[in-house]
C-alpha cells in the first residue's frame, strides 16, 4: 500500500540533550582514494545483525539498489577530486580495529542496515582521526519502507543515501529545502543543490581537470613497456576521466615476436568509471570498441589477437556513459604477451567483462627522498576553504633501513589554536607483509619537534604537533616502526594536515605501577560508549625493553578490551563499552635489560561522536530489545592509578612521545563531562529524516511532536 510521508517541517522541542556534537567539515585524508563495501548480512554492530541484503533484495535485484547507492554517492563525488571504488567486504564488525581508510578487509564507507525505531532512517558517520573504522559506516533502518527505482512504497532510497553521503564527506544538515542536506525529508532528489555543491567544494576543492594534453592521436602519451620477471612486457598509467568531455589517448608499440596484447582497463577499487575505450591501429582505424553501463564489474580486459609486429596502436580512454558514472579515475595496463605461434591473420579482439589480472608492473618511479638533503617538497592540495594547506602523497618504503623525506610548508596566519597533524598508515595489511609506518616531524634545522600521538594502532599512525609556526618548512619523515624488521617494507599513504583546531585528547587517569603488582582503577559508565584510548609509558632514563599493559575487565570477571605500549611508543585503540562498572588493570610487561624502579603510565582518551544520526525511541536498545551498541552521551567516572598521578615525561630526544597533557588531576582521577567537540568545523545534528509518521528528533535526539496534518503527497 502507499504510505503518504509528510513534508511539513517539523517545529523541534529540545527536551534532553542526549547527542555528543558531531564533528563536521573533516575531510578524508586521502579523497582521491575512498572504498565502499556492502556488509553481508550478519555483520554485527554490538550484538545487532545487519540485514542489509535481506531488506533490499526484497525490493529489487541485488545490482539495481546496490546501483542506486552508489550512484548517491558518485553524484557528490564528481563534484570534488573525490573518487570511491567498490571493495569486497569480509564482514569484520562495525568499528573493527584497522586502519583510518584502506583497510584490506571492509570499504572506507561500509552501508549495513539494522532495526532502528521509526524515526531513524538511517545513520551516518563522518571522517574523525579518533573515530578508527566507524567512520563512514552509513547504517541503514531495515524496519524503514523503502522504495528502489520504483518498487517498493516509502522513503526513496536514493534520496535517503544522497542526504547520508554528504554526512560521510563532512556536511551538516541544515533547513534549506533546495539542498538534499535539509533535516527534512521533503520527497524524492534527482541533483545536489547549489548550496550543496558549494558547501562541497569548500571541503574539497572542484574536481580538478584533466593537466595530461593527451586529448588527441596526435598527443598520444606513449607508453614505454618494461621488462617484467616472467619475461612479458607491460606498462601501467593511472589517470582520471575528469569530465564528460575528457579523452586520453595513449600509444604503444609492439613487439617482432609479438604473441598477443591485453589491453586492461581497471576501475575496481579505484573509482566508480564506467569508461568507454577504444583500440585505433596506426593508419587510425577502429580495431575495437567497447564500454559498460555498470560500475560494479570494475573495468574489463580487451584482448588483441594477431597484433601486427612492430607496429604503433593507439588506445582512448573516455566517459561510457553521459552521466555521473561518466567521470571517474582508472588503471589502464597494457600487457603484451609472448609468442605462441608464427602465423598472422587479420587482427581480432575479444572483450571480457570484470578484471582479475593481478599481474604488477614495474615502475618508472625510484624514490630519491631518502635523507634531508634529498627531502621532497610536496605541493599544497586542495584546501578547506582557503583557512588550511593540505598535503598527499603515496608512496614506498623498499628498505627498511632507509626512511622517505619531505618538506611541507606551513600556511600563514595561524593561531595559538592551530596544530600541524602528520598521518601515515601502510596500503597493505600487516597479515600480508604490508609496512607498519610512523612518521616524526623535523624544523628547518632538522631538530625533531615535540608530537603527541593520537594514534598508533595496527599500521596506521597519527601524530599532533601544536602551535605550528606560520609559513615555517617544515620535515616529514616516514619510516619503518621496525627497521630491518617484520612489517619494514611496502607502500603507505602520508597525509600533513594544518588546522585551525586539533584534537583535545582527555586525561582518563595515570600513576606507576609499583613492584608490588599492578596499579588499579575504575570506570563507571552508565550508558553505551565508544571510547578512543591512547595509552602511553615512560620510564626516564630507563634504556631496555619494557612496557604497560592495561586490561579492562568487566563485572563478571572477562576481558573486554587490551592495549599494550612500549616504554616511550604509545599505542591506542577503539572499543565500545556497555554500561556497568569496570576494574582497569595497568600492569608493567616483560623487560630487558633489568627492572626499571618504577613504570609510569597515563591513559588518554576521547569519546568521538559516531555515528551521527538520532537514537532510538529508547538510546539503549533496538526494538527488539536488543542492545544499542553506543550512546551519545558521556556518562563516566574514572578513579584510581596511584596517589601521586604521576604522568610521563617527554624526553626531547624523542619525537615518537607527546608533551605531557595540561589540566592533570593531582589525584590521578576524572570524571565528569568532557570538553566540546573540536576541529576545522563543528555542531550538533541528526543525520537521518523524520520517520514517516512525521516524528523525528532534535539535534540533542529528543522526538519532536507530529505535525497536525500530513501532506497529500505520496511515494508509489
Not at 582521491?32 to 554492530?45: C, E, I, K, R, V
Not at 632507509?402 to 600556511?411: D, L, M, S, T
Not at 600533513?496 to 582527555?506: E, H, K, M, P
Amino acid at each position: 500500500m502507499d504510505m503518504s510521508l509528510r513534508k511539513t517541517r517539523l517545529e523541534l522541542e529540545r527536551l534532553e540533550d542526549r547527542c555528543t556534537p558531531a564533528t563536521w567539515g573533516n575531510p578524508w585524508p586521502d579523497p582521491g582514494h575512498l572504498t565502499l563495501s556492502f556488509a553481508p548480512d550478519g555483520t554485527q554492530n554490538g550484538s545487532g545483525q545487519s540485514k542489509l541484503f535481506q531488506t533490499l533484495n526484497a525490493l529489487a535485484p541485488t545490482q539495481t539498489w546496490q546501483t542506486e547507492i552508489l550512484r548517491a554517492f558518485q553524484t557528490w563525488a564528481v563534484q570534488a577530486n573525490i573518487n570511491i571504488g567498490v571493495v569486497a567486504d569480509q564482514g569484520a564488525s562495525l568499528g573493527s580495529t584497522g586502519v583510518i581508510q584502506g583497510d584490506s578487509r571492509f570499504g572506507d564507507i561500509r552501508l549495513a542496515a539494522f532495526p532502528y525505531s521509526s524515526t531513524s532512517e538511517a545513520i551516518a558517520s563522518p571522517f574523525e582521526l579518533d573515530a578508527g573504522t566507524w567512520s563512514g559506516d552509513v547504517q541503514l533502518n531495515s524496519t524503514t519502507s523503502y522504495t528502489v527505482a520504483g518498487q517498493g512504497t516509502g522513503y526513496d532510497l536514493f534520496s535517503v543515501a544522497l542526504h547520508e553521503a554528504g554526512h560521510v564527506f563532512g556536511l551538516d544538515d541544515n533547513n534549506n529545502p533546495a539542498s538534499v542536506m535539509d533535516a527534512s525529508y521533503l520527497g524524492s532528489r534527482s541533483s545536489l543543490g547549489t548550496a550543496d555543491i558549494a558547501a562541497l567544494q569548500a571541503i574539497y576543492g572542484m574536481r580538478t581537470p584533466d593537466p595530461a594534453n593527451n586529448e588527441q592521436m596526435s598527443t598520444a602519451t606513449k607508453l614505454s613497456l618494461l621488462t617484467n620477471a616472467d619475461g612479458s612486457l607491460g606498462a601501467t598509467v593511472n589517470a582520471d576521466v575528469a569530465s564528460l568531455q575528457d579523452r586520453d589517448f595513449y600509444s604503444f608499440n609492439t613487439l617482432l615476436n609479438s604473441g598477443g596484447v591485453n589491453v586492461i582497463l581497471r576501475t575496481g577499487g579505484i573509482s566508480l568509471l564506467t569508461p568507454r575505450v577504444t583500440v585505433y591501429d596506426s593508419s587510425g582505424q577502429t580495431v575495437v570498441s567497447t564500454t559498460t553501463a555498470d560500475p560494479l564489474p570494475g573495468g574489463f580486459v580487451i584482448h588483441l589477437s594477431n597484433v601486427r609486429p612492430l607496429s604503433t596502436y593507439y588506445v582512448a580512454v573516455q566517459s561510457g556513459q553521459q552521466n555521473v558514472f561518466g567521470i571517474g579515475s582508472y588503471q589502464l595496463t597494457v600487457h603484451e604477451l609472448p609468442l605462441v605461434n608464427s602465423l598472422f591473420g587479420a587482427v581480432t579482439a575479444t572483450v571480457t567483462q570484470g578484471v582479475n589480472d593481478t599481474t604488477t608492473f614495474l615502475s618508472n618511479t625510484v624514490a630519491l627522498n631518502t635523507s634531508f638533503a634529498t627531502a621532497m617538497s610536496l605541493q599544497p592540495q586542495a584546501s578547506s576553504g582557503g583557512a588550511a594547506s593540505d598535503y598527499a602523497y603515496r608512496g614506498a618504503i623498499s628498505s627498511g633501513s632507509e626512511g622517505n623525506y619531505f618538506k611541507v610548508q606551513a600556511p600563514a596566519n595561524l593561531s595559538s589554536t592551530s596544530v600541524l597533524t602528520a598521518m601515515v598508515w601502510g596500503l597493505d595489511s600487516l597479515a600480508n607483509n604490508g609496512l607498519d609506518p610512523r612518521v616524526r616531524v623535523f624544523d628547518a634545522q632538522q631538530n625533531p619537534v615535540a608530537a603527541e600521538v593520537l594514534v598508533n594502532d595496527h599500521g596506521s599512525y597519527t601524530i599532533q604537533i601544536h602551535q605550528p609556526i606560520s609559513q615555517a618548512m617544515y620535515y616529514v619523515e616516514v619510516v619503518a616502526a621496525n627497521p630491518k624488521g617484520s612489517n619494514d617494507t611496502g607502500k603507505y599513504f602520508l597525509g600533513v594536515d594544518f588546522t585551525s583546531r586539533g584534537i583535545a585528547l582527555q586525561n582518563f587517569v595515570a600513576g606507576s605501577i609499583p613492584a608490588s603488582g599492578p596499579t588499579r582503577a575504575t570506570l563507571n559508565l552508565t550508558q553505551n560508549q565508544l571510547f578512543h584510548f591512547v595509552l602511553t609509558c615512560n620510564t626516564p632514563g630507563y634504556t631496555g625493553s619494557a612496557g604497560v599493559q592495561m586490561t579492562i575487565v568487566n563485572s563478571s570477571g572477562a576481558i573486554v578490551f587490551a592495549l599494550t605500549a612500549g616504554n616511550n611508543e604509545p599505542v591506542s585503540g577503539n572499543i565500545i563499552l556497555t554500561p556497568e562498572t569496570y576494574t582497569v588493570l595497568f600492569t608493567a610487561t616483560a623487560t630487558t635489560g633489568g627492572s626499571p624502579p618504577q613504570m609510569n603510565f597515563v591513559l588518554q582518551g576521547s569519546t568521538p561522536s559516531n555515528p551521527i544520526g538520532p537514537e532510538p525511541t529508547d538510546p539503549n536498545s533496538y526494538p527488539d530489545g536488543s542492545q544499542y551498541p553506543y550512546s551519545n552521551s558521556n556518562y563516566y567516572t574514572w578513579n584510581g592509578g596511584s596517589s601521586s598521578g604521576v604522568q610521563p615525561s617527554s624526553p626531547s630526544s624523542s619525537p615518537y612521545s607527546g608533551t605531557p597533557p595540561s589540566g592533570s588531576s593531582s589525584s590521578g582521577s576524572y570524571s565528569g563531562t568532557p570538553p566540546s567537540s573540536s576541529g576545522t568545523s563543528s555542531g550538533s545534528g541528526s543525520s537521518s529524516y523524520p520517520g514517516p509518521d512525521g516524528s523525528g528528533t532534535t539535534p540533542g535526539g529528543s522526538p519532536s511532536p507530529s505535525p497536525s496534518s500530513p501532506s497529500s503527497g505520496t511515494t508509489s
